[in-house]
């Protein structure tokens, strides 16, 4: 196993659009578990392949409220139901020291292959489902900071590139 590099804002790969897997192949299992090590080092809640540079669609979720309990790697996720919205506090591995209040669905479910095992629907709420939610987007090239408000972004950018040059 081996620790990652996470990519941060504004590095360009966070806003491509990654690409299915056809193929659970050793190489992509060597990954996730690369993934997972990294989260739990970092002590993130979740991580998409974009974020350590490599634009596929895989995520690796802690699924446990406990975090370093249980992790799930999940390919080709997709959010398949999503209810109720509740607003909680947000940050990202990528976005490294910004947090802000972000409304998502409250409950989700979400489809995809587990690796090692097969087809997979999660239903959860709270906050694994916030970490679907937040990873899916990552896949997409969305990051949360997309969903503050105008003046919030303005404040986002001062702060965080100010800090990131210091
Ligand atoms: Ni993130």
Known sequence: MAILEIKTFPDP??????????????????????MIETMRLAKGAGLAANQVGIPIR?????IAEKKGDRAIAIINPELIHTESEEVSEEGCLSVPGFYEFI?????????GIKIEVSKVEIECEGYPARAFQHEIDHLNGRLFIDYLSPVKKEIFKKKYLKQKNR
């Open 13 to 34: 790969v966070l806003r491509e659009i990654a690409k299915p897997v056809d193929e659970i192949t050793e190489d992509i299992k060597r990954l996730a578990e690369d």
């Open 58 to 62: 895989l995520i690796v979720i802690e």
């Open 103 to 111: 409304k998502r669905a409250k409950k989700v479910r979400v489809k």
